[in-house]
């Protein structure tokens, strides 16, 4: 999946008048008669960051689709190995900029497992608060962006936006930024939430299955919805298994696998809650995903703010500076709103990473796009993309 | 002074002042000078009430920053945006291809303007205050509004662009199929009033049951049904949500309006806010009652006054639609329209027919009359629905262990 | 039925078109920048040194040039030069003091890892955002002039932060001097003992950082 470029074809038809218009260029092929070729992007009106897709069409329908990324390239990996362990952090929130605290706390998993840090309950339980609050701002951006793909006029956009926007102003107000939180560090959190934060997280938490509730009514019995959507895009499980698919999109076609369960990172064994799966592997079903995904954390929040322990947020004896684990190697993962967000990292003793290893569930995600959009049409294809719910900044590190 | 006859007036004054021989040309440019006036500003008030509105179905506040030119103080609550729009859209680049075909290229926004604003001149906006009586005017109505497809293909064709063509020609499957259940939602009309001239057909609704149920055709079922065929047809005509995907982003091509920029493309967006009007105004003459008074008790109220708050009405309807609906894609749109709602319409004819043979029944043979005209409407409905919607329905989720 | 979703839907945004009008929690637009926007207290967003005296700022800048920040960096935007000479600080010992500290604010991603490995409570976040040049080495480069904001403007934005780092070198310094007077009266009262060495404030590891 490199980024080839359309080498050795013909002078190219661009479309003058509106930016972001698709190149397209005829392709004889003996086969097929004439076949249509259509670039999709970098720059496209209907968003995602800047990807590509070459598209194939006979007619209506897509014979060949190949992804092509790397425009947001920019070399994460190869910084984090001149940098020390504690400034990578607020790269990390940079990978999958709309989820950075649970990135955030995967990288701090990584290094507190090579370096045997213990996290003190207290930032356990915070821990899994900021990613669940994460996973409900993930999931509405999703659906917002879904719908605005199957072409509504930003109406239901606005709405899960104006929810979101309720979180990231949660968020403001305990680490200083929006979207670029930086607040987990190796043995627990930077920033403990004063007593009003906790109230006003916990009001937003009781209220937000009311949006949900009116965001299905509006649109999860929408006839045109369940027409665009449902038979669209299908995944067969075993397939997906075999590509090494996580997350929402493995549970869509049936797969039972939530690192959250099999894993048991930190204390979510402590917490009932339950992981849906859906049955057809089709657009309708990871939509729904996320949708009772958000119920699920939801309900994972109401017992943590009701648990939530006194205590430190930091253990006493993590270093700040200065920090050199043993040589060795750790792999922490997470189930991060996207699927299984991993690092890998290998450590020669010194305060830089030897190597360092995002595994981006975006990018995995992403390879099995052909093979979900064949035989639909163009239209369809975007939506699709939309249902795999990827982040450009994750994809291209 | 009679609030009701005091545009009529108005235009008698002026046309007395001018000498016998060139009495006919200023009664008839007069009403010209005052549709393209004041249909023209109707426009401009579309286009940024679309914009609030949808602004606060998205909760968020539209444009409110236009003010006036020099008085930079007054906001004025952005009225005044679509002059602005106006002169920014006049003062940007035409850019005309170098391959095209000038005269088509030229000709194609001009040409679909035109036609649609052809439409306007048999609406009957009161009670005596219709530009042309016509005695055939529904069919010219359709006839200019078919007229406009002729454009879509104009710019396509003029662009000489392989791709702009093959949208082109695709935004005329769309439109081409929804001709046919609109004119068909017509007919039932047309057989029950037995007049095409829709003066006469806004007449035919006045009247009212005990003084508060006006005898208008939507409250009737074969009317109702049509009403609703009507206003599906009249969105996919004019390529608003739910049926804009020749105007889609996500689209293949960005579509036969490729090639036009400034004015021109404004021109495009005019045609289908001017044909999206005509039609409202057709649909509130036949279905709506035209110019009649809901109630009894306010009639005082001036005929041409209960046409433009219909009118608005319908249009404020579209834009509801709009701001909620999914877009459809191109074969579910034809799918629509040929296998469901063409037999909803041909059947709806049946029912207006059984309206008119029955309208003698009295008493409670009124009832049995109401009935079966109901029955006609809802048992095809579910019927096709079911088949339309086969497949597809909300699902249960079953969790992990 | 087919239609009855579509018509729920219509009702959901006619519900949200009518709130609109009354209800803050759906109309959530605010008119930037006729109303001003409201910024939490823990908003960060470029660094500034923080000057005890406003009428003196570039003699009592917190700041003794330990170099930590411009270490810890992770885009390495802080250079720094150290004096030659030294100056007494706010304790009366003399420390070293930047005679160089510039922070390229175009290259700065606000991620406070300067704010939390400073020992000496020097360098804290600002929030001025509004903060566009027309030249990048002139407006957005800044200089140690332009960074030195005094304590008072610190309690302005912060107070929570303010009061508590306050408290805390207050307390150090009278820990100082209490340490520094027992040292004297020990060496009063015993001449031929060598002198303690004087307290210095040791650098603060892994702390949880300040509630905001």
Redesign the interface.
């Given at each position: 999946m490199s980024c080839s470029d359309q080498s050795g074809l013909d002078a190219e038809f661009s479309t003058f008048g509106r930016p972001g218009g698709p190149t397209v260029r005829p392709v004889h092929d003996e086969f097929h008669g004439d076949l249509l070729e259509v670039s999709m992007g970098p720059q496209h009106p209907s968003t995602h960051g800047v990807f590509r897709m070459v598209v194939t069409l006979d007619g209506e329908q897509i014979v060949k689709l190949k992804p092509v990324f790397g425009y947001l390239h920019r070399n994460h990996e190869k910084i984090a190995e001149g940098?020390?362990y504690?400034?990578?952090?607020?790269?990390t929130?940079r990978l999958d900029y709309l989820c950075s605290m649970s990135t955030n706390w995967a990288y701090a998993l990584a290094v507190e497992k090579l370096s045997g840090q213990a996290v003190p309950d207290r930032a356990q339980y915070l821990r899994i608060i900021m990613a669940e609050l994460t996973r409900l701002v993930n999931h509405s951006c999703l659906v917002g962006f879904l719908f605005n793909d199957l072409g509504t006029s930003f109406?239901p956009l606005l709405?899960a936006f104006?929810e979101r926007?309720k979180i990231l102003?949660l968020f403001?107000?305990?680490?200083?930024?929006r979207m670029?939180c930086?607040y987990q560090?190796f043995?627990?959190c930077?920033?403990?939430?004063?007593p009003e934060w906790l109230a006003a997280a916990s009001a937003l938490v009781d209220n937000f299955p009311r949006f949900l509730d009116?965001y299905e009514?509006?649109?999860?019995?929408?006839?045109?919805?369940?027409a665009r959507t449902q038979g669209v895009g299908r995944l067969d499980p075993q397939h997906a298994i075999n590509a090494g698919l996580t997350g929402p999109v493995l549970r869509a076609s049936g797969v039972d696998y939530d690192i959250r369960k099999v894993d048991g990172t930190g204390f979510y064994p402590r917490f009932d809650f339950r992981v849906p799966l859906g049955a057809h592997g089709d657009t309708y079903d990871r939509y729904m995903m996320r949708i009772l995904e958000m119920r699920e954390s939801v309900k994972i929040l109401q017992q943590a703010f009701k648990a939530l322990p006194a205590g430190?947020?930091?253990?006493?004896?993590?270093?700040?500076?200065g920090f050199r684990p043993k040589a060795g190697e750790a792999y922490g993962r997470l189930e991060s709103p996207k699927g299984e967000l991993g690092f890998y990292l290998i450590s020669d003793g010194s305060p830089n990473p030897w190597r360092y290893r995002v595994r981006p569930p975006s990018l995995i995600n992403l390879t099995l796009l052909e093979e979900m959009c064949l035989g639909h049409t163009i239209a369809d294809s975007v939506v699709i993309l939309g249902s795999i719910d990827i982040v450009l900044g994750e994809v291209d590190r | 002074m009679n609030l009701e006859t005091l545009p009529l007036q108005f235009r008698d004054w002026i046309v007395s002042l001018f000498p016998g021989a060139l009495q006919w040309f200023v009664h008839h440019l007069l009403s010209i000078t005052a549709i393209l006036t004041f249909f023209g500003l109707f426009f401009a008030f579309t286009t940024i009430a679309e914009r609030k509105?949808l602004a606060?179905?998205?909760?968020?506040?539209g444009p409110n920053r236009s003010g006036l030119p020099w008085f930079r103080r007054l906001k004025l609550w952005g009225l005044t945006q679509p002059f602005a729009d106006a002169i920014k859209a006049i003062t940007k680049e035409d850019v005309v291809p170098a391959v095209a075909d000038k005269v088509l290229h030229f000709l194609a926004p001009v040409v679909i303007v035109a036609f649609s604003l052809l439409g306007f001149a048999v609406l009957p906006f009161g009670r005596h205050l219709i530009p042309v009586e016509l005695d055939a005017a529904i069919l010219y109505f359709f006839a200019a509004g078919t007229a406009t497809e002729l454009a879509i293909f104009m710019a396509g064709w003029g662009s000489r662009n392989k791709y702009s063509l093959l949208a082109a020609m695709r935004a005329l499957a769309q439109l081409i199929s929804y001709e046919l259940p609109l004119i068909l939602s017509v007919v039932p009309v047309i057989l029950v009033v037995g007049t095409l001239s829709t003066s006469e057909i806004a007449l035919a609704q006045g009247g009212w049951t005990w003084g508060i149920i006006p005898h208008w055709h939507v409250f009737t079922p074969w009317g109702f049904a049509g009403f609703v065929i009507f206003l599906v047809a009249a969105l996919a005509e004019s390529n608003r949500s739910p049926f804009d995907l020749p105007e889609a982003e996500s689209e293949l091509i960005a579509g036969h309006l490729t090639e036009y920029s400034g004015f021109k493309y404004a021109l495009f967006f005019m045609a289908e806010y001017f044909g999206l009007t005509a039609l409202s105004g057709l649909g509130v003459t036949l279905f709506l009652g035209g110019w009649q008074a809901p109630f009894a008790f306010l009639e005082f109220i001036p005929s041409w006054l209960w046409f433009m708050t219909k009118l608005a009405g319908m249009i404020v309807f579209f834009i509801?639609?709009r701001?909620?609906?999914l877009r459809l894609r191109i074969d579910q749109l034809t799918r629509l329209a040929w296998k469901f709602l063409v037999p909803l319409a041909l059947l709806n004819l049946g029912n207006a027919a059984f309206w008119t043979l029955t309208a003698g029944w009295t008493g409670p043979l009124v009832l049995v009359r109401w009935g079966v005209s109901a029955a006609i409407v809802i048992v095809p409905?579910?019927l096709l629905?079911?088949r339309?919607?086969a497949g597809y329905a909300p699902r249960t989720y079953r969790y992990a262990a | 039925?087919?239609?009855?979703?579509?018509l729920?839907?219509?009702?959901?945004?006619?519900?949200?078109?009518v709130?609109?009008?009354h209800d803050p929690k759906?109309?959530?637009?605010e008119?930037y920048p006729d109303t001003p926007a409201k910024?939490?207290?823990?908003?960060?967003n470029f660094p500034f040194l923080v000057t005890e005296n406003a009428t003196d700022p570039m003699g009592t800048l917190r700041c003794v040039a330990c170099q930590?920040c411009e270490k810890?960096?992770?885009p390495q935007c802080i250079y720094i030069e150290k004096s030659k000479d030294k100056k007494p600080d706010a304790t009366g010992k003399p420390q070293l003091y930047p005679a160089v500290f510039a922070i390229d604010t175009a290259v700065c991603?606000?991620?406070?890892?300067c704010v939390?490995?400073c020992p000496f409570d020097a360098i804290k976040?600002d929030q001025v955002f509004a903060v566009a040049a027309t030249n990048r080495f002139e407006g957005l480069l800044l200089n140690r002039e332009q960074l030195a904001k005094p304590n008072e403007y610190f309690h302005q934005i912060r107070p929570t932060e303010a009061a508590e780092v306050d408290g805390r070198l207050t307390a150090e310094r009278k820990a100082a001097e209490e340490k520094a007077k027992a040292a004297a009266a020990a060496k009063a009262a015993a001449p031929a003992k060598p002198a303690a060495p004087a307290a210095t404030p040791a650098?603060k590891?892994?702390?949880?950082?300040?509630?905001?």
């Open positions: 940098t020390s504690l400034a990578s952090m607020p790269y929130d109406t709405y104006r926007e102003d403001e107000a305990l680490s200083g930024s670029m930086n560090r043995g627990g930077r920033v403990d939430p004063t009116e009514t509006m649109l999860t019995g929408n006839e045109i919805m369940l430190p947020i930091m253990d006493p004896k993590a270093k700040l500076r | 509105l606060r179905l998205q909760n968020r506040l509801w639609i701001g909620t609906l409905f579910l629905g079911r339309l919607s | 039925m087919l239609g009855s979703g579509i729920k839907g219509l009702g959901v945004t006619a519900k949200n078109f709130g609109s009008y759906r109309m959530v637009t008119e910024l939490p207290e823990a908003y960060r930590i810890e960096c992770p991603m606000s991620c406070q890892l939390e490995v976040m650098p590891p892994a702390e949880g950082g300040t509630a905001s």
